[in-house]
T-cell receptor
Framework: NAGVTQTPKFRVLKTGQSMTLLCAQD?????MYWYRQDPGMGLRLIHYSVGEGTTAKGEVPDGYNVSRLKKQNFLLGLESAAPSQTSVYFCASSPSRAKQFFGPGTRLTVL | AQSVTQLGSHVSVSEGALVLLRCNYSSSVPPYLFWYVQYPNQGLQLLLKYTSAATLVKGINGFEAEFKKSETSFHLTKPSAHMSDAAEYFCAVSDTGFQKLVFGTGTRLLVSP
């Protein structure tokens, strides 16, 4: 099993550009999550999904959109990137109310 | 709303010394509590979790944590630090629906020879 994978690992964008981050899991987990990690602020939840076709807002959803068309994939989109979205983005999945399994992260820089 | 507070953004210990990382939680219902570790340039890995069974929880790599309801604490300890323990540690609490986690701001553990 590959676990949770994230694509790409690194990306540099200019202000106003758009991009999509892909998260994939091969563990048949129902729940999937997108977090951002910033120095001194821990992990903050952007959006999450409790099953295929469902999404919900987390703590910091503004400027991001998500889709969960397939159970194994959870996409995070930035329609018009801003420098404030420079961060490390982590995806996680979970089978239930138990532990979350994290991907390796995507480091995004917006100039 | 659920929240966690981690006291100390950095903790320094010598190799072989006791490790104590502090976490206090706020929850309106009996919580699930977690400790995760993040090594440089990696994702988070679960160290241990408390899910209302035994109050003393043992995790991987010799770490353990004790749930103290009266103190609303879930401190992480290890009797003897190793150089490989140098990492960032995050405490987390489940939300009331047990669907989401709320993370603390993290504590970076530094281990000196």
């Amino acid at each position: 099993n590959a676990g949770v994978t994230q694509t790409p690992k690194f990306r540099v964008l200019k202000t106003g550009q758009s991009m999509t981050l892909l998260c994939a899991q091969d563990m048949n987990h129902e729940y999937m999550y997108w977090y951002r990690q910033d120095p001194g602020m821990g992990l903050r939840l952007i959006h999450y999904s409790v099953g295929e076709g469902t999404t919900a807002k987390g703590e910091v959803p503004d400027g991001y959109n998500v889709s969960r068309l397939k159970k194994q994939n959870f996409l995070l989109g930035l329609e018009s990137a801003a420098p404030s979205q420079t961060s490390v983005y982590f995806c996680a999945s979970s089978p239930s109310r138990a532990k979350q399994f994290f991907g390796p992260g995507t480091r995004l820089t917006v100039l | 709303a659920q929240s966690v507070t981690q006291l100390g953004s950095h903790v320094s210990v010598s190799e072989g010394a006791l490790v104590l990382l502090r976490c206090n939680y706020s929850s309106s219902v009996p919580p699930y509590l977690f400790w995760y570790v993040q090594y440089p340039n990696q994702g988070l890995q679960l160290l241990l979790k408390y899910t209302s069974a035994a109050t003393l929880v043992k995790g991987i790599n010799g770490f353990e944590a004790e749930f103290k309801k009266s103190e609303t604490s879930f401190h992480l300890t290890k009797p003897s630090a190793h150089m490989s323990d140098a990492a960032e540690y995050f405490c987390a609490v489940s939300d009331t629906g047990f669907q989401k986690l709320v993370f603390g701001t993290g504590t970076r553990l530094l281990v000196s020879p």
